[in-house]
DNA sequence: AGCCGTTACATGACACATCAACTTCGTTTG
DNA sequence: CAAACGAAGTTGATGTGTCATGTAACGGCT
């Protein structure tokens, strides 16, 4: 069937790729699972919060910022706040709006997390590719979302 | 955070990589559940299922081709068949067995999706990059996946 | 002041995925 | 042959994502 579609050349690029992206998200999300008991969600999430000053930000400002829908966002939030790792607080100024805080439990939740998430990065992927293969990858990525962004809609993602 | 971990080439592979496939996932999703009204997950168990013949797979040797857990597939496939795109029978001589089948309306299915969803990739993905590109691809790919399935266990993924 | 369109966020229903049982049947093996 | 083990699938609880919709508040305009 996908042969009439895709020649030898361009079928392989494109189940390697799937493949690859396959098996390193679900590594990736089961290391990070086990040492820290947190989803890649939360990783997002937190790696962004953390990152910032006063550690907060405005919901809709963050969704865009990993491109999640608001919606999305409000339900990782709302979880997340049930296990204490971030908290809402309600915007001065604009009735309508709220921050997300990190909590004293994020913090040192993501403290944990992100060595291991990265040196898993690290060990299943970045190590394994030679400086030109991880530059042709920038370049290839950067093409490929640059075409996708020309004025496309934002989220209906999936991840960062 | 980051900084400390990635140098910029790094970095921008890694997030370029990462932002390419979310788009990529997200906006062929949507093209595809546009068109035909199906998820990506229909159109993995449908496109497998009319490549072989007598358009049928036993559950466990599916689950195992595409990667996916007994539990996931089982759950899709009641999900499928309530929708008439697939029907399970019983397997003669193993009473514990069953197969999937494909279903006219399943056929139907897949027939009109499979250019959709192969165009797209195309469009998205393949016609933009070189041939080089795309080798350099498929070999990043496969040396990614070399390294993740050395000896590491088969489901618990998230796609084909 | 009163209306109106927009913005910020929440929510409920449903699709999807995972994990941990659980059933049922097949296959060894003592 | 019976007990035990393993294989094939199902099921239910739970977490996570999406879409459509709802609610409140803001801001401009008359």
Chains 1, 2 share one sequence.
Request: glycine residues 8%; hydrophobic residues 40%.
């Amino acid at each position: 069937m996908t042969a009439k579609w895709l020649d030898e050349t361009e079928e392989r690029a494109w189940r390697a790729y799937r493949r690859m992206f396959t098996l390193l998200e679900s590594t990736l999300a089961g290391e990070l699972a086990e040492h820290t008991g947190l989803s890649m969600a939360d990783y997002t999430v937190l790696s962004n919060l953390v990152e910032v000053e006063g550690r907060r930000w405005r919901l809709t400002a963050l969704a865009e910022h990993i491109r999640w829908s608001q919606s999305r966002l409000s339900h990782q939030i709302t979880r997340m706040e049930e296990r204490g790792l971030v908290v809402r607080e309600r915007a001065e100024g604009d009735a309508r709006g709220a921050w997300v805080v990190l909590t004293k439990a994020g913090l040192r939740a993501i403290a944990e997390a992100t060595p291991t998430h990265l040196s898993g990065v690290r060990r299943h992927m970045i190590d394994l590719l030679t400086r030109d293969q991880l530059r042709e990858l920038g370049d290839i990525g950067e093409i490929v979302v640059e075409h996708l962004t020309e004025d496309r809609p934002g989220p209906g993602s999936t991840m960062a």
